[in-house]
């Protein structure tokens, strides 16, 4: 039943906006009693942690995936900029739900935001071990700039450019920051 209720929130939250959907819609939706319904999630904020949390974890899987069949950090980078651009102008592409529910929910104490905030700390985390391992100096400040950079894609490809279109600025956006940090320690550019 959880799972149930989850795939109902998961289509329409992303749909539709987490606070247009009400908790009757998604009863409704999932085909469950009310008393089924808070049994799993005893308030909507429960719930929309849930959803952002399944969010997450569908991600990293998928990002862990491209990092398994590239083998490189480079090869990961670029996968991602790729996978990003694909997925930014299919149909059905609404934006980033991290992004779109930050939105909605604007006090940082906000148990929807704490969970935004882990998934783009593990993001970070993510894309600085990559950095690292293509020895990046200033990693922090580099994996900002790539991480603006795949909001902005996100949006912008939410907003109609095809794949083809949003590819090649992204990737040659992420390659001068990856350059710019390399140029300023010295070492030669190379990404």
């Not at 009310?34 to 998928?62: C, I, M, N, Q």
């Not at 102008?89 to 905030?117: L, M, T, V």
């Not at 882990?118 to 020895?135: I, N, Y």
Request: net charge negative; proline share 5%.
């Amino acid at each position: 039943m959880r799972e149930r209720i989850l795939a109902a929130a998961n289509e329409q939250f992303y749909a539709e906006g987490i606070r247009a959907v009400s908790a009757d819609r998604l009863i409704a939706a999932a085909g469950v009693s009310k008393v089924t319904f808070y049994r799993h999630f005893p308030s909507k904020d429960d719930l929309v942690v849930a959803y952002l949390d399944g969010r997450a974890a569908v991600e990293r899987h998928a990002l862990e995936q491209l990092r398994s069949q590239t083998g490189d950090a480079c090869g990961t980078l670029l996968a991602i900029a790729h996978a990003i651009a694909d997925m930014s102008c299919s149909p059905g592409f609404r934006g980033c739900p991290f992004i779109n529910a930050a939105a909605e929910f604007a006090d940082p104490a906000h148990p929807a935001r704490k969970a935004i905030a882990t998934h783009r700390a593990w993001f970070a985390t993510f894309v600085k071990d990559l950095l690292g391992e293509m020895a990046i100096p200033d990693r922090e400040t580099v994996a900002d700039q790539l991480i603006i950079l795949r909001d902005g894609a996100m949006v912008t490809g939410y907003l109609g450019p095809d794949p083809a279109a949003l590819t090649d600025p992204l990737i040659k956006a992420g390659r001068a920051a990856i350059n710019d940090a390399r140029a300023n320690t010295g070492r030669p550019s190379e990404a």
